[in-house]
């Protein structure tokens, strides 16, 4: 079963609003990231949070960890028609092995 | 920097056949692993390498083969090519472990009939 599952599978807002997406992973983890996807491109590294921050921001982004509830938020404030893409959240299986497991994304749509 | 590069972009195989997918990277990354993507599955780690000479299995590994000779270059190989390896492969790479951002390349759409 997959580490890492976002929430909602897909969202879909207008321009200006705020879009936020959440991740639920099953095993202790040492750090968590979050990417994004463009349509038809790789994946994007947006934030990292490490299993002892509890919030981080980089510019319109802010991501939170809460680690008693196994889970993690992406707020994207003030959406633009650019942030229109896939989001993934990845994490790393705190385990003898150096994996890093991706979920299965949340499909942003930003609308004009 | 290039970063990291695959080839091809596009393959048709027939079924049985084999190819290695090509993957490279001048950012002198230790960390190189390949992923498959699937609609509604996200993606899925095949295999992964933490250093010249060293790999290891991810979560679908079945069907792939992989060997890391040197730092810069990690290529998949098909020995047998199978319709459910129809998908879209990338490639990534981190400075160390799983604590580094990855940086991944373009992507290899795969199609097997």
């Known amino acids: 079963s997959q580490q890492g599952e976002e929430d909602p599978q897909a969202l879909s807002i207008q321009e200006g609003e705020n879009a936020t997406m ?8 040492n750090n968590l990231q979050w990417y994004r996807q463009n349509s038809g491109r790789g994946l994007v590294h947006l934030i990292l949070i490490r299993s002892n921050e509890r919030e981080k921001h980089s510019g319109r982004l802010r991501v939170t960890l809460d680690t008693s509830k196994k889970s993690s938020s992406l707020l994207i404030t003030a959406s633009r028609a650019a942030d229109t893409a896939s989001y993934f959240c990845a994490t790393d299986a705190r385990t003898s092995y150096d994996k890093v497991i991706f979920g299965p994304g949340t499909s ?3 609308i004009p | 920097n290039a970063g990291v590069t695959q080839t091809p972009k596009f393959q048709v195989l027939k079924t049985g056949q084999s190819m290695t997918l090509q993957c490279a990277q001048d950012m002198n990354h230790e960390y190189m692993s390949w992923y498959r993507q699937d609609p509604g ?3 899925r780690l095949i ?3 933490v250093g010249a000479g060293i790999t290891d299995q991810g979560e679908v590994p079945n069907g792939y083969n992989v060997s ?3 730092t810069e270059d990690f290529p998949l190989r098909l020995l047998s090519a199978a319709p459910s390896q129809t998908s879209v492969y990338f ?6 472990t799983n604590e580094e951002t990855q940086y991944f390349g373009p992507g290899t759409r795969l199609l097997v009939l």
């Open chain 1, 22 to 29: 959440n991740c639920s992973y099953k095993t202790s983890i």
């Open chain 1, 108 to 110: 942003l749509s930003v």
């Open chain 2, 47 to 49: 295999h992964y390498s």
């Open chain 2, 68 to 70: 890391r000779s040197t």
């Open chain 2, 41 to 43: 599955m996200g993606l």
């Open chain 2, 91 to 96: 490639c990534a790479s981190s400075m160390g």
